[in-house]
C-alpha cells in the first residue's frame, strides 16, 4: 500500500477537536495550495493524540504536511480520508507546526527568488576536506 505522501499550502482552516462517546477524538483541517491557475482546498484529519499538531497555528500559516491515504466502504459507499501523522512548518527550521507556543510568532524571512543559494558565501572556503558520505 503506497504511504507517505506530502503536500505544502496555507491553513485554509481549523475545525475544532470532535470527541465521541467512545473516546476516540479528530480534529479537521483545511490547507490551501495552488495548483496550476486555481487554488485548491483540501481537507486532512488528525486522529487521537495528533489532534494537538494544529495547536499554535492560525490561518493563513504556511504548513508541510505529511499524510497517509485511507479508504473504506460502509453500506455500500466508498470513503476516502487524508490521515495527517506530522505538520511542519516550512522554514522554522524543521520544528513540528505544533511544537511552538502558541503565543510565539515564528521568525520573519525574507522572500528570495530562489529557495536555495546557488553560490557559496563570499569568504566561504570549503578547503580540501573530503566528507565520507
Not at 491557475?37 to 495547536?55: N, R, V
Request: glycine share 12%.
Amino acid at each position: 500500500m503506497a504511504s507517505g505522501f506530502s503536500l505544502e499550502g496555507k491553513i485554509h482552516l481549523i475545525n475544532e477537536v470532535q470527541t465521541f462517546p467512545s473516546g476516540f477524538s479528530k480534529r479537521e483541517f483545511v490547507v490551501e495550495t495552488m495548483d496550476g491557475q486555481y487554488p485548491q482546498q483540501i481537507k486532512f484529519e488528525l486522529m487521537k493524540e495528533k489532534t494537538a499538531l494544529t495547536d499554535g497555528l492560525n490561518t493563513g500559516d504556511p504548513v508541510h504536511v505529511h499524510f497517509d491515504i485511507r479508504g473504506n466502504e460502509y453500506q455500500g459507499k466508498y470513503y476516502v480520508n487524508l490521515n495527517c501523522w506530522k505538520l511542519d512548518r516550512p522554514g522554522a527550521g524543521g520544528a513540528p507546526a505544533g511544537a511552538m507556543a502558541a503565543g510565539a510568532a515564528p521568525a520573519a524571512a525574507a522572500p528570495s527568488a530562489e529557495p536555495y543559494p546557488t553560490e557559496a558565501p563570499a569568504g566561504f572556503d570549503d578547503g580540501d576536506e573530503d566528507i565520507p558520505f
